[in-house]
């Protein structure tokens, strides 16, 4: 089964061939087919970062590869989510991996991603697999593990897990059942906010919403025991700026995953781990207690 690797660039050419030169470095990238999607400009003062994008893109030699180029910005949602449509939808691959243009990959991403991606298919509870791990060294002997957040840094799915995700899900569902809240908050208590902000258009994320999916029906990410992906778009240069960059863990470059098992059902996830995520991705009490206030005032003067 041929796997698309995704690319998705946009107005960052020095970024992009970093994660092209580490891509590279993956010797089981042969065994894919690479596309490309470059966003377009916002603006004339764009046009010149874009077009040496789109030159990197059209100067890589590949046996497969295709290439999709907007001639206007379209945001980076909008940018994964039809590139992902695209690729299941359009071009009939059943599974992808999906690369953005801030990245530095280990030489055994691709291997863990295409291996994963075999091992899992039939597995019902996993919706996703990242090269990334959430709290830098865990101890779980090598061995993948299951999380309830989802992770953007170098991930890969299959076709009948992302044409199932309901894109239009509301904050307010989640504010008014506890129940639900409760599920959603397993990953941490700051998604509800992120899909109130996304909601809002204070922020352009789908990875939210795809996390959230995934958390109402049962899905969970696979990760390794070291991050095998690292983040270099905490320069000011990226969508969302430098906000997670104390979440940014070194990686192993050349950390290889070869101990997969089938999942136990009875104990799918590793409360410890999981708990510690939570925590990391939890607002603090001060934090709380400032939205707590500002929800009063608004109240007040309104």
């Known amino acids: 089964m041929r796997t698309a690797v995704a690319i998705f660039a946009y107005r960052r050419p020095d970024h992009l061939k970093m994660t092209l030169k580490s891509l590279f470095l993956n010797n089981e990238l042969k065994h894919t087919d690479l596309i490309f999607f470059c966003d377009g400009p916002k603006n004339k003062k764009e046009f010149q970062k874009t077009n040496e994008v789109i030159s990197i893109c059209k100067s890589i030699t590949f046996k497969n590869k295709k290439m999709y180029i907007q001639s206007k ?18 071009l009939n691959y059943k599974q992808i991996i999906v690369i953005e ?35 830098g060294l865990v101890d779980t002997k090598d061995k993948p593990c299951l999380t309830y957040r989802h992770s953007s840094w170098g991930w890969a799915t299959w076709n009948n897990v ?32 992120f899909l109130k902000d996304q909601n809002e258009r204070k922020i352009d994320s789908w990875s939210v919403i795809f996390n959230i999916n995934c958390l109402l029906n049962n899905l969970y990410c696979l990760c390794p025991s070291q991050s095998i992906v690292r983040n270099i778009g905490m320069d000011q240069s990226g969508t969302h700026l430098g906000k997670y ?3 940014n863990f070194d990686f192993n470059e050349n950390f290889q995953c070869n101990k997969f098992q089938k999942i136990n059902i009875k104990n799918k996830i590793n409360i410890k781990i999981n708990n510690k995520i939570r925590k990391k991705y939890s607002p603090t009490i001060l934090r709380k207690i400032f939205k707590f206030l500002k929800k009063q005032a608004n109240f007040l003067w309104h």
Request: charged share 30%.
């Open 73 to 90: 910005n379209i945001g980076l949602a909008n940018s994964i989510k039809n590139g992902v449509d695209i690729v299941f939808n359009k």
């Open 162 to 193: 992302w044409n199932k995700i309901e894109w239009n899900i509301k904050h307010e569902t989640f504010v008014t059942n506890e129940k639900l809240k409760n599920k959603i908050d397993k990953a941490g208590e700051d998604l509800i906010y």
């Open 245 to 247: 960059k104390k979440n």
């Open 101 to 135: 243009d801030d990245l530095i990959l280990g030489k055994n991403f691709i291997s863990f991603c295409l291996k994963s991606l075999k091992y899992y298919k039939s597995e019902k509870n996993i919706g996703s697999i990242t090269g990334y791990n959430f709290l």
